[in-house]
């Protein structure tokens, strides 16, 4: 891919362009909630002594925390002016619909966001799409902002998921097969693109869900978890309800590996042993043998962390019950309530929809009816054994089978980036290819101006502080490439130029979410939360937000 330069604004642009009327937005009454938060994001400064200017596509984690490092990094003659653009009318991506509702601490960091938002140096473009064709209307490019922005960085994130390739995944008439966990996960958070999801929780007690990292357990919990406890947080009211009405009493999580294999943490995994009334079912023999074994002493002697899960583990759980792997979350006790198993070594290869099972096959009746019934699904796995170290630990089939009837299957197998028109992009990884933050093309050469952050950079894993971290180095790297710009002389550039080629393009008082704006909603979303003994009741319609905002 040809590598993409960033075009002169004085080869396009005139003083007397610069002096043009900008956007209709001149004199618009704030929405802010309080008097620090300035009004819009078009603003009529124009005097910026030769500032630099960056534009940050994604109003997410990497996104704000690229900006806060910005904020630090330039200051007097190095100054740098930084618009964030997002596609949302509301900020702060995956901290506002990707973390759990019963992980508040996890969203502090939005007060740090806020102090980057409010910072006269930033503003927020909401609800503004980025790529594609662009025009009035259309949204903006790439190479629209590359023209007037002396650099942009992509930290957009990863707003897709990979897929199990297998039949009957897509689902059949009424059946849903095999639904994507983030999209479950972005459902009870509240996100508008997934507010049309039906995930099937009545038609059985058992959900399995394909994956063994912290969505997954994020995914169990909440499904496991007493809904007169999640009122209290801030999930939306119509996940609220489906969970009340909900069925599920058994989760099976499934990976294709062994326990020493897992990726998510002792953390989340402690807090399933928090559930009252939860029974924790695994192969306990799997886990101790894989544990006592000469490589898995070394390896657990490398990982304390690791070490202290599998413990954990041993001291919870209990061995599924004689009957085999259908019903497997029935503890060998036949206790009754509710029970979430981790299940290894096994891979899904098929999903079958309204089957006859015998219920006798789960030994003490964990099914939903007696005798023969027809069971809304049954995922098909395959038993796995490993070959290899257990840091390089390879699943191999072994021919044999396992069905277990559920009411669907959740995906949580990793999120995958996609690409925006104009940049580069790796298909393979899903990444913007990159060093240390700074864009490459195919030929391994720099894209002048073009920076990349989060999970876009890096692919999708970590946590919000790993994001905080990447996101400083990205920023750490447009601060120097400013900086040394900076000795070629000042560039033919303003925020009214900025403004007036945005207006062009249909970016007005009609589209725009600024962040006085975004504050409005957000003080909306908490008085009604206040009123239910929530921290915030989330509007999870974009028409919804923009109708309190311009109300």
Known sequence: ??????VCPRRIWCAREAARSVVGLRGRRSHATDASTHTTPLSEESREGGSKHVAIVGGGAAGFYTA????????????????????LPTPHGLVRYGVAPDHPEVKNCMSKFRDVAEDRRVRYFGNVKIGGSGGRGG???????????????????????????IPGEDGSGARTGVLSARRFVAWYNGLPAAQDLRPDLESFDKIVIIGHGNVALDC??????????????????????????????HVEMVGRRGPLQVSFTAKELREMTKIPGLRIVS??????????????????AKSRPLKRMMDLL???????????GSCSSTAADGSAGKSFELSFLKSPVQVLFDQKWDSSDCGNGNASATATTTVPQVLRLQKNTLEGPPDAARAQPTGEFVDVPCATVLRSIGYASTPIEGAPFDSRRRIVPNIGGRAIDANGELVPGLYVAGWL????????????QD??????????????????????VSRAVIDARLAELGLDEATVVTNADWRKLEAYEIKNGSRLGKPREKVPSVRDMLRVIRG
């Open 1 to 6: 891919m040809a590598s993409i330069a960033l």
């Open 68 to 87: 806060a490092r910005l904020l630090a990094k330039t200051q007097g003659s190095n100054k740098v002016l930084v618009d964030i653009f997002e596609q």
């Open 139 to 165: 949204g903006l490019t790439l190479q629209t902002l590359q023209s007037v922005y002396d650099g942009v960085v992509l930290a957009y994130g990863a707003s897709r998921d990979k897929k199990l390739g």
């Open 220 to 249: 169990a919990r909440m499904l496991l978890t007493d809904p007169d406890v999640l009122a209290t947080t801030d999930i939306t009211a119509q996940a609220l309800g489906a969970l009340r009405r909900s069925r599920i009493r």
């Open 283 to 300: 192969d306990v023999a799997l886990i101790s043998d894989q544990c006592a074994s000469e490589a898995g002493v070394e390896y657990l």
């Open 314 to 324: 041993l001291k919870h759980a209990v061995p599924p019950s004689a009957g085999g």
């Open 457 to 468: 950079k890096r692919g999708p894993i970590g946590v919000i502080a790993t994001t905080m």
């Open 471 to 492: 996101a400083y180095r990205t920023a750490d790297a447009v601060a120097v490439d400013m900086a040394n710009d900076a000795e070629k002389g000042p560039r033919c």
